[in-house]
Each structure stands twice: as C-alpha cells, then as structure tokens.
C-alpha cells in the first residue's frame, strides 16, 4: 500500500493559508452568536433560571439549625425525666392442683440399637426416611 498520494496532500496542505481577516471574522461571528444565544435564550434555561432566583432568596439562617437541635436536645431531656406513670395493678388468680404422682421410674438409657434387619426403618418414622440409593446422572423427565 503506498502512501505517496497522502504525502503529496500533506505537502499541498502546508502552502495553504486563510484569506484575509478569516480570525476577525471568525471572532466577531462567535461573539455574535453567542449574543443572540443570550437574547433568545430557550423554555428550559428560563425556566430554571427563575427556578433557582425563587431558591435562592430563601435563607435559612445558620443559627436557625443550630436552635433546632437545642430544642430538641431539651424536649427529649424533658420527655426522658417525666415521672412514670403508675404500673398497673396486676391481677392473680390461685388455684390449688393436686401434685402429679408417678407410681415407679424406670431407668432411660440414650443408647439406640437398632435390630439385625434396616437399621433406618426402627429409628425415623418412615415419612423422614431418606433410603440410600446410587446416583443418577440422567435428566429427570419432569420437576
């Protein structure tokens, strides 16, 4: 790929020069467009123009803040020394029960043995039982 005709471009391009007062021209159409710009300017602009004039002559004094915490310091200060109400009376009834008597204790033993046949089936009743069964890599045919 040549670049012979780029160079001859570029060496054309270097003897090129503006016409005459083309940087005056230039300056006072920027300066004009931005004049017009400022007398016509759009719906959005004005709108937030007025939008932040409104906010802006809203002060709220910087001691305005700070009396706002003091008054609440001292309304909590106030609603946290208040005398307590009176509990309540609470209300008791006694009744007399007859205490349970259990006639002979037999001795517990927490080992489990399980019989000669499916050591499963005699611990968990058999909604809980998870058999053991070999894995099955094949899809299921529904959830």
Sequence with gaps: MSHEPMHRIIR????????????????????NRQRAE???????????ERFHAILSEIRVPAMAYAGAAAIAVVASVFILRLPTPEQPRAYSASYTQPPVMVPSMQPVSLRVEAPAGDRFDSLFPPSYLLRPRAANHESPLSF
């Excluded at 400022?38 to 937030?48: A, N």
Aim: no cysteine; hydrophobic share 35%.
């Design 12 to 31: 054309l391009k270097r003897y090129e020069q503006p016409p005459e007062g083309y940087f005056d021209d230039f300056l006072r159409e920027f300066q």
């Design 38 to 48: 400022l007398l016509h300017p759009s719906i959005g602009e004005l709108i937030l």
